[in-house]
């Protein structure tokens, strides 16, 4: 496994959060940030069925995660957060992680509204005062 | 017979010196000889590295343990031998604690380093949902 494509929902403010959070940190290997709705990731990931729905991650061999363990997987590649996701997939904390995830994901809309305002126009978030960056 | 209150704390200082100082030195190369073995397989390929590690580890062992050991020397009461062999053992009691919990703090220190050299190197904690065939893309993604 050489590079993770990660692939968020661009119309959600927290996973355009947890997006921007996920290209500033220091992580094991190259990570793809492909917003779901985007023609390239439609074209490419069409046949994995939540799409859009739940945050997928996909190898570049192939390797294709969904929902609480795609939550894992990106916690798994980052440098400060690897132990956690060995913690969180651990007998003890994996039902309780995979709930907490489910509950993160199904709520994403009305969490982002704790965050303050954010700009949802054309299917894409903007984070005010965010450094602009540029996402394929 | 000296009826000298302190008659008999140089002899517990004494003694207590005479355990605390060889003790210190037997621990400490107990540490460097084990703890050598942990950090070669750490800094793999840089066993210089991992020797500097090693030495200064030791040095800050035996900084922390003699410092400590001087610093809880003295001592109150000896007029008899009895309560002279109290002191001493309470003495050497608390500086054998205190040298317990230095290393396992160490051994944990070491732990700590071990582990994040292989963890860098475990594959993802859960096994992929779904396969689908790998592809080659024609352009390296841009760096987000």
């Known amino acids: ?136 | 017979m000296e009826t000298d209150a302190s008659s008999f704390l140089v002899p517990v200082y004494v003694a207590y010196a005479a355990i605390a100082v060889p003790l210190t030195i037997g621990l400490a190369r107990t540490l460097f000889k084990h703890g050598a073995v942990f950090l070669e397989d750490v800094f793999d390929g840089k066993p210089k590295l991992a020797d500097a590690v090693n030495r200064l580890l030791v040095v800050g062992f035996y900084l922390l343990n003699l410092g400590y050991a001087a610093l809880i020397m003295k001592a109150e009461g000896g007029r008899s031998v009895v309560e002279a062999v109290e002191v001493l053992a309470w003495k050497l009691g608390a500086l054998l604690l205190s040298l317990g919990v230095v290393h396992f703090f160490n051994l944990y220190v070491f732990y700590r380093i071990r582990r994040r050299t292989q963890i860098a190197l475990l594959p993802p904690p859960i096994a992929p949902q779904m396969r689908i065939p790998p592809r080659e893309y024609a352009s390296a993604f841009p760096a987000p």
């Open chain 1, 1 to 136: 496994m050489n590079r993770l494509t990660i692939l968020y929902d661009a119309t959600c403010a927290l996973c355009v959060r947890c997006r921007d959070f996920l290209a500033q940190s220091h992580a094991y290997l190259p990570l793809e940030l492909l917003a779901s709705q985007a023609p390239a990731a439609r074209e490419r990931y069409g046949e994995v069925p939540w799409l859009g729905e739940e945050l997928v991650v996909a190898s570049d061999d192939g390797d294709v995660w969904i929902g609480p363990a795609a939550f894992l997987v990106c916690l798994w590649a980052l440098r400060d957060y690897r132990e956690w996701s060995f913690r969180l997939s651990g007998d003890v904390f994996a039902p309780l992680a995979e709930r907490f995830f489910v509950a993160l994901s199904s709520n994403r809309r009305s969490i982002a509204r704790f965050f303050g305002p954010v700009r949802c126009e054309d299917g894409a978030c903007e984070i005010p005062h965010a450094p602009r960056r540029m996402y394929r």
